[in-house]
């Protein structure tokens, strides 16, 4: 019955505490006056022959509450009633969500101890992080070694994608290093995506060695379709302690330092060409603070669209119906009174 209610909002809505003084005066004429005498004025007693000796009481009562309900009526105009906000779309807000695929390498390098504990579940820790922050996106994983597979399609649930991080592992395909083919398997994913915004982010720590499709092919493709790659190289300057052979007796790997090398120059035009940008990390605080910069450069977009609404004061009805309470308690107390007489 009050739905009408909620179509309401006021401007001025402190005004509505002087409300509370209606009750108060209420109290004070009903119960605190209520065995004082009450007085009726009328020119003529012949009115009220037969008529019980309370009439006047329950008479001077209903003038007061029509009194009352003017009062009411006044207040609330003075708040400014209008049309609510709720009522009348005003501002339509959403997201314009990015489709992000991250394509890691996870060949026998990716093990050295440059990093803690090494790059590749550095890498894995990582990019954890980096799907917890994007609340609005789908992210995919991709996972390459001298082949590539998908690790995980493009998903709006980070806990099963942060699942799936957790549990990539290396040596699951042919040794070795495939860019061009990590790189394609990504574009792949986002060839059907409807988002306006397809992104990839290319983690390797070496040089293309395998696969059919040459890196640089693969960034072509990625150009055609709007996709833009960021492009991290990871490992740090001159030599890393990296697995070089199995130990026969133990199975546990045999370290060396050996020189770290990044094909830097294919990855920086694969960023170049697609509109990305390239990174090199060399500690887990670099790759961290990599992952940072690509979560504020691929911030999702806001689109506002916002409609002008006049919202009409709507206390005109109230001052009507206020005054209409006044005049009928005015008619009451003197004019059908006095006519009487």
């Given at each position: 019955m009050?739905?009408?209610?909620?179509?309401?909002?006021?401007?001025?809505?402190?005004?509505?505490?002087?409300?509370?003084?209606?009750?108060?005066?209420?109290i004070?004429h009903?119960?605190?006056k209520k065995?004082?005498?009450?007085t009726?004025?009328?020119?003529s007693?012949?009115?009220?022959?037969?008529?019980e000796?309370n009439?006047?009481?329950?008479?001077?009562?209903?003038?007061?509450l029509?009194?009352?309900?003017?009062?009411?009526?006044?207040?609330v105009?003075?708040?400014r009633?209008?049309?609510s906000l709720e009522?009348a779309?005003?501002?339509?807000?959403?997201?314009e969500?990015?489709?992000i695929?991250i394509?890691?390498?996870?060949?026998?390098?990716?093990?050295a101890?440059?990093?803690?504990?090494?790059?590749?579940?550095?890498?894995?820790?990582?990019?954890?992080?980096?799907?917890h922050?994007?609340k609005?996106?789908?992210v995919g994983?991709?996972?390459?070694?001298?082949?590539?597979y998908?690790?995980?399609?493009?998903t709006s649930?980070?806990?099963i994608?942060?699942?799936?991080?957790?549990?990539?592992e290396q040596?699951?395909?042919?040794q070795?290093?495939?860019i061009?083919?990590?790189l394609?398997?990504a574009?792949?994913?986002?060839?059907?995506?409807?988002?306006?915004s397809k992104?990839i982010?290319?983690?390797?720590d070496?040089?293309n060695t395998?696969g059919k499709?040459h890196p640089l092919?693969a960034?072509?493709?990625?150009?055609?379709?709007?996709?833009?790659?960021y492009?991290?190289?990871?490992g740090?300057?001159?030599?890393?302690?990296?697995p070089?052979?199995?130990?026969?007796?133990?199975?546990k790997?045999?370290?060396d330092?050996?020189?770290?090398?990044i094909?830097?120059?294919t990855?920086?035009?694969?960023?170049q060409?697609?509109?990305?940008?390239?990174?090199r990390?060399?500690?887990?605080?670099?790759?961290?603070?990599?992952?940072?910069?690509?979560?504020?450069?691929?911030t999702a977009?806001i689109?506002t669209?916002?409609?002008?609404?006049d919202?009409?004061?709507?206390?005109?009805?109230?001052i009507?119906?206020?005054l209409?309470?006044?005049?009928?308690?005015f008619i009451?107390?003197?004019?059908i009174i006095?006519s009487?007489?």
């Amino acid at each position: 019955m009050l739905d009408w209610l909620n179509t309401y909002q006021f401007h001025e809505s402190w005004i509505l505490w002087f409300l509370l003084l209606i009750p108060i005066l209420l109290i004070h004429h009903f119960f605190i006056k209520k065995n004082k005498n009450q007085t009726l004025k009328t020119s003529s007693l012949e009115l009220f022959n037969g008529v019980e000796s309370n009439y006047g009481k329950w008479f001077s009562h209903g003038k007061y509450l029509l009194k009352m309900l003017g009062l009411s009526f006044l207040i609330v105009a003075s708040a400014r009633p209008q049309v609510s906000l709720e009522s009348a779309s005003t501002k339509q807000l959403y997201k314009e969500g990015i489709d992000i695929i991250i394509s890691m390498d996870a060949s026998g390098s990716m093990m050295a101890k440059d990093f803690s504990p090494d790059r590749f579940e550095a890498s894995k820790d990582l990019a954890k992080e980096f799907v917890h922050d994007r609340k609005n996106d789908r992210v995919g994983l991709v996972i390459f070694e001298g082949e590539a597979y998908t690790q995980c399609p493009l998903t709006s649930d980070r806990n099963i994608l942060t699942e799936l991080i957790e549990d990539a592992e290396q040596g699951i395909v042919e040794q070795g290093t495939a860019i061009g083919m990590g790189l394609a398997t990504a574009i792949n994913r986002l060839r059907e995506s409807k988002s306006p915004s397809k992104v990839i982010i290319l983690l390797t720590d070496g040089v293309n060695t395998h696969g059919k499709i040459h890196p640089l092919n693969a960034a072509d493709m990625a150009k055609e379709l709007g996709i833009r790659v960021y492009t991290i190289g990871v490992g740090t300057n001159g030599k890393a302690k990296t697995p070089v052979a199995i130990d026969p007796f133990s199975g546990k790997y045999i370290y060396d330092f050996v020189d770290v090398e990044i094909d830097e120059p294919t990855l920086k035009e694969i960023a170049q060409e697609t509109g990305g940008k390239y990174f090199r990390a060399t500690d887990n605080e670099k790759l961290k603070a990599v992952y940072k910069e690509i979560n504020q450069l691929e911030t999702a977009k806001i689109k506002t669209i916002e409609y002008e609404v006049d919202l009409p004061e709507k206390g005109f009805l109230f001052i009507v119906l206020g005054l209409l309470a006044f005049c009928i308690e005015f008619i009451v107390s003197k004019l059908i009174i006095k006519s009487i007489s």
